[in-house]
């Protein structure tokens, strides 16, 4: 017998897949690249040229990065437009993690259209119109300069709690979702691993983050 998907089911399984890889899986790598700026400048400067010497490299971001990407951020506000929370009448944690989990997508929308057209493709004037991607011999230099003014590095501080929040408790949501984690034991070690998960990662972010104004990052001299 054929079993028929109905669209909205499709749709709402590929945004709950693309939330996961491409993009979880790039944040990743994307932790790890920034990582290099604890081992100083010339190092993240090499990690970006290296990225940018791999063959198709323009394909492989519009295919593999921006498309996904694109496509998860219109549907995710899309879900976000239908959504009707209730969390006064029922503060449960996962009545408040839902709608958490959509605020962190708005924010997630306006941070990474500015990230992207900050370092990406240096298009925001009277802030910095150097494309990191095309320059990685000053891309360390880049992101140092800005991440010295204040209001900027509140900016990232809040997109990279704002993002690792989402991709931790998405994280589980895919979980519970696709028939991963089933009862209630399962779904409650999952959540712990989730947070685990979620504390190590933002700490990776930031200490990458502050590395860039700060040689070594917050364990420099003990590391
Ligand atoms: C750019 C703007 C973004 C918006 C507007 C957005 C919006 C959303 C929304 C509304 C959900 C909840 C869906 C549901 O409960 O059914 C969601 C889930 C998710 N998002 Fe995003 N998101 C964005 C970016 C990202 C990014 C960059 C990542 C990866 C780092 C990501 C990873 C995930 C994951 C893993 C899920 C869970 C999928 C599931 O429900 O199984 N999202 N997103």
């Known amino acids: ?37 604890l081992a100083g400048a010339a190092s993240f400067n ?14 492989v971001e519009i295919g593999g990065i921006f498309i996904p990407l694109i496509y998860h951020a219109v549907y995710g506000l899309v879900i976000t437009a239908e959504a009707r929370p209730n969390n006064l009448a029922y503060p449960y944690p996962r009545n408040w993690f839902y709608t958490v989990q959509r605020v962190t997508g708005i924010i997630l929308f306006f941070f990474i259209a500015f990230h992207v ?19 990685p011999e000053q891309s360390f230099d880049i ?58 990662l933002l700490l990776v972010g930031i200490n990458a983050a502050v590395a860039f104004i700060r040689p070594g990052g917050l364990l420099a001299g003990i590391m």
Not at 15 to 23: A, D, E, F, R, S
Not at 117 to 135: C, D, E, K, Q, Y
Not at 164 to 183: E, P, Y
Request: with cysteine.
């Open 1 to 37: 017998m054929a079993i028929r998907l109905s669209r909205t089911f499709v749709l709402r399984k590929l945004h709950q897949l693309t939330g996961i890889m491409p993009l979880g899986f790039f944040l990743l790598e994307h932790f790890y690249t920034n990582s290099k700026a």
């Open 143 to 200: 992101v140092s300069r800005e991440f010295r003014m204040i209001p900027i590095f509140i900016v990232y501080m809040v997109g990279i709690t704002a993002t690792v929040w989402h991709l931790a408790n998405g994280i589980w949501l895919f979980l519970v979702d696709w028939g991963i984690t089933i009862g209630e034991r399962a779904q409650r070690l999952a959540g712990y691993a989730c947070i685990a998960f979620g504390v190590v």
């Open 117 to 135: 057209l900050n370092f990406r493709f240096g298009m925001i004037p009277g802030l910095n119109t150097i494309s990191v991607a095309h320059h």
């Open 46 to 59: 090499d990690a970006v040229k290296d990225l940018q010497s791999i063959p198709y490299i323009l394909f």
